[in-house]
């Protein structure tokens, strides 16, 4: 009896396992945040979900993303600033997209513009992403990260913050 039991809970775990490897594979995934360039909205080591089924479509500015950066060989979480077709630059330190500051950075924030010093106008399924902290941000401010491909990105940030 007890024989049997044992191998009814095991396959019930294995099977759950597989259940889970399944959803965080294809949809969602749990994330640890690592570092200081999202503060305030996401701290060290705050758990996030991270939705992993998105189109080019439901990518929009504001949204924090996961994508992969092959010039730090890591995987960094940035705020999207600029979409396909937008023209971004940081001129006076502040950023603009399409000649307008942006809404989510205070104008005099950027004390380095980087790569955004000239004006850049995005292509097809290209990204602008900055860290919320751009004291402390690698982002697309810097030649490692640039600008992000939506072929790089692994998902959209789903937690929401404190």
């Not at 999207?80 to 630059?89: C, D, I, R, T």
């Not at 940081?90 to 205070?106: A, E, M, Q, R």
């Not at 939506?150 to 913050?161: A, F, N, R, S």
């Amino acid at each position: 009896m007890i024989r049997k039991k044992s191998i009814k809970w095991m396959a019930l775990i294995i099977i759950v396992f597989a259940i889970g490897a399944y959803i965080s594979d294809r949809w969602f995934q749990l994330m640890l945040i690592q570092g200081s360039s999202m503060e305030p909205v996401y701290h060290n080591l705050q758990l996030v979900v991270l939705e992993k089924d998105i189109e080019t479509s439901s990518i929009g500015v504001g949204d924090v993303i996961a994508f992969w950066c092959d010039g730090f060989d890591t995987v960094l979480v940035k705020r999207v600033v600029a979409l396909s077709g937008q023209k971004v630059a940081v001129c006076d330190s502040t950023l603009y997209i399409d000649g307008t500051p942006s809404k989510y950075y205070n104008t005099g924030i950027f004390t380095y513009a980087g790569l955004l010093a000239e004006p850049i106008a995005l292509g097809k399924d290209e990204y602008i992403v900055i860290g919320d902290n751009v004291a402390e941000s690698k982002d697309s401010r810097h030649e490692q990260v640039g600008i992000v491909e939506y072929q790089d990105i692994i998902g959209k940030i789903l937690t929401k913050h404190d």
